[in-house]
């Protein structure tokens, strides 16, 4: 009769097995459940919300009643296109605005109109002249706290330079005044 001295092998080599096999059960188990427990409640946090934006004068620049003006102020309310809005937050972000003017159709001269951009607290946010075709930055960066409300005053007029402008009368211009938020870093 032959004996098999590969036996005690194998049995050594399943025993060897079976122990590393009950060894990474322990060991991923374990480590599952210190991850568990290292992580707090609070530790993944969805964040959400809306802007609203509330054209009071409406979104739309058309044909607006203008005449030539030397200077404007907060208070300026004849000869010039005027538009009010204001924009909401409702959510849980701080937000920075970006607010543009998309002109899509100006007949006058270039750089015979301009803007200015006011806060809520008639300070002058911006002011500069209106391109004849395109997208202008009206103001950029500006902050708005989540739950909070902004208020702007945008007026576009025809800037008097002194000389004979009658040629001007009569040419339109129109477009409309868009907003964008982008979320604050904190």
């Known amino acids: 009769m032959i004996?098999?001295?590969?036996?005690?092998?194998?049995?050594?080599?399943?025993?060897?097995?079976?122990l590393t096999l009950i060894v990474m059960i322990v060991?991923?188990?374990?480590?599952?459940?210190?991850?568990?427990?290292?992580?707090?409640?609070?530790g993944t946090?969805?964040?959400?919300?809306?802007?609203?934006?509330?054209?009071?004068?409406g979104v739309y620049v058309r044909n607006p009643d203008l005449y030539p003006v030397r200077n404007v102020y907060y208070e300026t309310y004849d000869k010039v296109y005027r538009n009010n809005f204001s924009i909401v937050s409702s959510g849980s972000l701080n937000q920075t605005l970006s607010?543009?003017?998309?002109?899509?159709?100006?007949?006058f001269s270039p750089n015979a109109l301009m803007y200015a951009v006011y806060s809520s607290n008639k300070n002058e946010l911006a002011r500069g002249y209106l391109p004849q075709d395109g997208t202008i930055n009206l103001v950029d960066n500006v902050y708005l706290e989540y739950n909070g409300t902004a208020t702007y005053t945008v007026i576009v007029w025809w800037q008097d330079d002194g000389t004979n402008q009658a040629s001007?009368?009569?040419?339109?211009?129109?477009?409309?005044?868009i907003a964008y938020s982008k979320q604050a870093k904190n």
Request: proline share 2%; glycine share 4%; net charge negative.
């Open 168 to 177: 001007e009368a009569g040419h339109v211009i129109s477009g409309k005044i």
């Open 99 to 107: 607010i543009d003017m998309e002109i899509t159709k100006n007949e």
């Open 27 to 42: 060991s991923a188990t374990l480590a599952y459940y210190l991850l568990l427990s290292s992580q707090k409640e609070e």
């Open 45 to 57: 946090v969805l964040y959400t919300g809306y802007l609203q934006i509330n054209y009071v004068d």
């Open 3 to 18: 004996e098999d001295t590969n036996k005690p092998k194998r049995t050594f080599i399943l025993i060897i097995l079976l």
